[in-house]
């Protein structure tokens, strides 16, 4: 995954014609640390779409801007627009992730 560490590089990322795979983490998270441990299969899986990380504490504003309210949370977007959410209570399992994933891109 790779690392997104300003708005303009937010802003930009999300604009494309492509879906791209967001996860918005924190370095104290024990969840995110988890998911990390389980993650790279499904981002294998899914490598059609690229895949980004946010840290939450370094760029609130699109934290808000996107009512990311607990982490880990993956966000999908396209175009420049949220196309999908899931929330940190959901994202606790691979399986909960692939069957997110799944949803999203096979609608």
């Known amino acids: 995954m790779k690392s ?30 988890a998911m990390d441990m389980w993650i790279d299969p499904i981002i294998e899986k899914y490598n059609d779409y690229e895949w980004y990380t946010v840290n939450r ?16 949370s993956l966000l999908v977007f396209e175009n420049g627009n949220k196309r999908a959410h899931l929330h940190s209570a959901n994202a606790k399992s691979p399986e909960q992730v692939e069957s997110f994933l799944d949803e999203t891109f096979n609608k």
């Open 4 to 33: 997104i560490n300003t708005n303009e590089q937010f802003n930009s990322t999300i604009q494309s014609d492509k879906p791209v795979i967001v996860k918005f983490e924190a370095g104290w998270c024990p969840d995110c640390k």
């Open 57 to 72: 504490d370094e760029l609130e504003d699109v934290v808000a801007d996107n009512d990311v309210m607990g982490i880990p």
